[in-house]
């Protein structure tokens, strides 16, 4: 019947009814795909919105190495055949060490099409409070409802541009966390701004690319974290049957060493530490440094340490960047390896007034509870925003054993509860 038909007989087209859910999960990284995983395990059917691995497939690019090793490399899930050995299983292959980042997506692809076969892969626009349901509202028009929502949208908003490059466009300066295509590099010289694992490893793919590159550091030298063979032994020498004994005294976190393995792993222990304490430990895991099978990729690597870029500026069709020592140095391209800095406030997903009833640290992180509740009743996040509560595992995918379980215990909790 067409519109004009319509209106000449009176009649008015039905409106869709609004579904309601009992969980909304935005995200289909790792760490939503845990949480719906973990609430599976309870009983519950969470909606998973988001496109698969997107942040890893669009922002990551290709020949790059996960830091962390495979057996700190697993999606959470109580489900036993979710896991990286259980997937090579599948797959009829090992997986190497360190992880290349097609084995990882593919992994967790795999892991999606178990846990969330359905996705709704539309964009959320806004996310709004109505009572004591939560509105989803898609790109589309279309809504859903929800009494409770998981925020997993991972470390994407909050990437740092420094400064000088604030005016510059993302075309010649993008950050490391636009790219996955290196082969526009190509005989092009490029500066790194950066010392951390993004910049080395960015710098290593780029130099193999055959791009002219050089990193900048205001640091005095560039740091690698040593291949830790102690580690390597002790679990070669604890496996099989000894390897839950193995992952009690270290963690298979890939994080700390013997004396902060287990405050970092466990947010039972990290609580416990003083503020300074905790932080520290936060530090350690977020220190600028590369991994040791870096090293030799970058010979041949120009590296300039000890200058920042006091100004950038658009040249031709490159930049002129002014550095601290008095230099200056022509390119045609400039990376942001510059890290993140958390800040919620860049949630623009939540409407105004319910972005306003989420407490937040002075620095922009959300005030969680110790399952990831915000100070919103049914409103939880996911990620690296949740490191200052349960520890810095939060900020890698083996965070996921530490998020998932608890999100999952307190939904279903509130499920049994309201029955």
């Not at 710098?203 to 640091?219: F, K, N, S």
């Not at 990831?372 to 490191?387: C, H, R």
């Amino acid at each position: 019947m067409s519109n004009a038909s319509v209106i000449a007989s009176g009649t008015v087209p039905l409106k869709r009814p609004v579904q309601t859910k009992e969980v909304v999960i935005i995200g289909a990284g790792p760490y939503g795909l845990s949480a719906a995983a973990c609430l599976q395990g309870m009983g519950a059917e969470p909606y998973v919105i988001g496109r698969s691995m997107a942040f890893w497939k669009n922002n990551m690019p290709g020949g790059m190495f996960l830091r962390s090793k495979s057996e700190a490399s697993n999606i959470a899930a109580p489900q036993k055949h979710l896991s990286i050995k259980a997937y090579q299983k599948a797959i009829r292959r090992k997986i190497a060490d360190p992880v290349p980042i097609e084995d990882f997506v593919a992994y967790g692809d795999w892991f999606q099409k178990q846990v969330a076969p359905n996705l709704d892969t539309r964009h959320v626009q806004k996310v709004s409070q109505d009572g004591e349901l939560f509105n989803i509202i898609f790109e589309d028009g279309d809504r859903i409802q929800a009494r409770s929502v998981v925020l997993a949208l991972g470390i994407g908003p909050f990437s740092q541009r420094p400064e000088p490059f604030a005016a510059i466009s993302r075309e010649i300066a993008p950050h490391s966390s636009d790219l996955n295509d290196f082969s526009r590099f190509k005989g092009k010289k490029v500066a790194v701004i950066g010392k951390g694992q993004s910049a080395l490893e960015y710098a290593a793919l780029l130099h193999e690319g055959h791009a002219e590159v050089q990193i900048l550091t205001r640091a005095p030298k560039l740091i690698f974290r040593p291949f830790a063979l102690r580690k390597h032994i002790f679990r070669a020498l604890t496996s099989g049957p000894l390897l839950g004994l193995s992952y009690k005294i270290i963690p298979p976190t890939d994080l700390g060493d013997v004396w902060t393995a287990r405050k970092m792993a466990h947010p039972e222990l990290f609580r416990r530490q003083s503020r300074e304490a905790q932080q520290a430990l936060i530090n350690a895991c977020a220190r600028p440094i590369g991994a040791y099978w870096l090293e030799p990729r970058l010979k041949g690597v120009r590296v300039r340490t000890n200058v920042t870029v006091n100004q950038a500026t658009p040249a031709g069709t490159g930049l002129k960047l002014e550095l601290s020592d008095g230099t200056t140095e022509q390119v045609d391209f400039a990376m942001l390896a510059t890290g993140y800095k958390i800040d919620i406030s860049r949630y623009q997903i939540l409407d105004g007034a319910l972005q306003q009833r989420v407490q937040r640290t002075p620095d922009g992180y959300p005030v969680l509870d110790m399952n990831l509740q915000t100070s919103v009743n049914g409103l939880y996040m996911a990620g690296v925003i949740g490191e200052r509560t349960l520890g810095p595992t939060l900020r890698f995918v083996t965070g996921t054993s530490n998020a998932g379980p608890r999100l999952a215990a307190a939904i279903a909790g509130k499920r049994a509860s309201a029955r």
